[in-house]
């Protein structure tokens, strides 16, 4: 874990990055390009951005117009306008039709911050996975953050992006190869599993190396793709290690605790225990704070490590 | 001139005709609205519009959106008519399997461009568009047809600010203001009126007729080609229902089709003869 670098930060420069390699990419943004770094994009090519005010539902309509034209459409706000404000319009414009158009939302999760419990969006990956034909992306750092954007654009179809506000430490190696639908198994293990996503494989990582002093064996998978789930792995987890704790920085319903709840009780049941925003709102205070005050750091990942040993 | 408008009118006629009998087929859909568009969808198709039939998706193709893709009857006889697949096809529409939607969907329609019918997200895809062909330096154009009830989504009223802000002179919106939606006058529901006063105070130029006045339509679309600097609005008063005088006027035909017994009646309303 050597540097921190923000997801948001890696998008924009890999964002401008793709603007030179790829004619075809417009960048759509709601008076949020300084937030979201898109504007990194739109300094180098003007004529290629799109500024469209604080009007997500035109934004996200404008960009599947641009789609039916050929174009790659990269659309960026913050995930609670992104999802919450422009649900139907993802849904009918971009969904439906299975335009080529990528949703990257920033500012995901608790780590908004002071901003508090309206900006902060807890329920954007449960409402992204319901949506048919939609692919579903968290990444875990800065390394993957690049890899996942690069795929995003050479993949045909819609997707769903989440990144976060915050600095966040560095989880990959700089030759990590990022596949849409795959995850990775970053820490060997063998009592049981933690499954995690975003920010809090990070925390995971931490939380191994934690309960490995105390001789417990534990695996770090990582899914950068909620959807379409690599279900193999966390199937092949749940046998070889027998229990499995999830962790997100979003809601316990319906995001990747729920999918993974899905794949085992169907597939492999084994002792569960998901880790996340407990079906509440978020609310104002340092990134740092809430993570602590909503349950989302390794101290927590390691004591439900431990419970649920005692569960096998 | 009048040749062409002669001509045009007989078309739209006959393009009612298969209206009511796709809709008496799937005994599902939206006919007053599919009629009262019909005038302005067959100006395009077999006017205005720069298309190829036999190759959908050739690029110096215009482009259209219908905004209010519940009159989906309305675009799929006239893409039927022009060529892009068989006639028998609209006989299936809405049945299970077949490519005819209850909505338009590019997905599997040959000539439909986008996904609509959830009101008020057309103008904002039309609008996509019409950035896209400046982007490419095309000098071909985007037709988006809404209904005047559609107006009342806030989506609408965004899009149109957009389109003025990136001054889309080759958008030329069509309003088919039947005055009527489901639950009746729209006046009454929710007053959308003035619908040109709106789009002027957003930047956009505007234009007002008789939409089941050929000459008129045709007029109008080729003035709205000589307007630059932003995007033109068609606002066109009609009768929902037009041509067939039992369903004029009248709210309740919204998404009602014909009957067996309304069948008859109807195509004699349009001058055809039954041969049922």
Known sequence: MSSMIATRDAYGETLAELGGEDPRIVVLDADLSGSTKTGVFAKKFPERFFNMGIAEANMVGTAAGLAAMGRVPFVST??????????????????????????????????????????????????????????????ADGVETRAAIRA??????????????????????????????????????????FVTTGLMTAQAVAAAEQLKKEGVSA??????????????????????????????????????????????AEQCPVPLKRIGVNDRFGTSGKAEELLKYFGLTAEHLVEAGREMLSRK | MNELVTHLEEKARQLRVAIVKTLHASQSGH?????????????????????????????????????????????????????????????????????LQGHPDSKGTPGVEVCTGSLGQGLSMAVGMALGLRLDQRDNRVYALLGDGELQEGQVWEAAMAAAHYKTDNLCAMVDANGLQIDGDVTKVMNVNPIADKFRAF???????????????????????????????????TVKGKGVSFFENKAAYHGVTPSDEELPRALECLGEQCNL
């Open chain 2, 203 to 237: 930047g956009w130029q505007t234009l007002e007729i008789d939409g089941h006045d050929m000459a008129a339509i045709l007029a109008a679309l080729d003035q709205a080609e000589t307007l630059k600097g932003g995007p033109t609005v068609i606002v066109a008063r």
């Open chain 1, 219 to 264: 695996r770090v998978v990582h899914i950068g793709t909620i959807k379409p789930l690599d279900q193999e792995l966390i199937v092949k987890a749940a046998r070889e290690t027998g229990a499995i704790v999830t962790a997100e920085e979003h809601s316990i319903v319906g995001g990747l605790g729920s999918a993974v709840a899905e794949v085992l």
């Open chain 1, 78 to 139: 913050f995930a609670i306008f992104a999802v919450g404000r422009a649900w139907e319009q993802v849904r009918q414009s971009v969904a439906y039709p299975k335009a080529n158009v990528k949703i990257v939302a920033t500012h995901g999760g608790v780590t908004v911050g002071e901003d508090g419990g309206s900006h902060q969006s807890v329920e954007d990956v449960a409402i992204m996975r319901a949506v048919p034909n939609m692919t579903v992306i968290v990444p």
């Open chain 1, 152 to 193: 995003v654009a050479a993949y045909k179809g819609p997707v769903y992006v989440r990144l976060g506000r915050n600095k966040v430490p560095t989880v990959f190696p700089a030759d990590y190869r990022f596949e849409i639908g795959k995850g990775t198994e970053l820490v060997a293990g063998t009592d049981l599993t």
């Open chain 2, 31 to 99: 006919t007053g609205g599919s009629l009262s568009a019909i005038d302005m969808v067959t100006a395009l198709y077999f006017h205005k519009m720069r298309h190829n039939p036999a190759d959908p998706s050739w690029e110096g193709r215009d482009r259209f959106v219908l905004c209010k893709g519940h009159a989906a009857p309305a675009q799929y006889v006239a893409l039927a008519e022009a060529g892009y697949f068989p006639r028998e096809d609209l006989m299936m529409l809405r049945r299970l399997g077949s490519h």
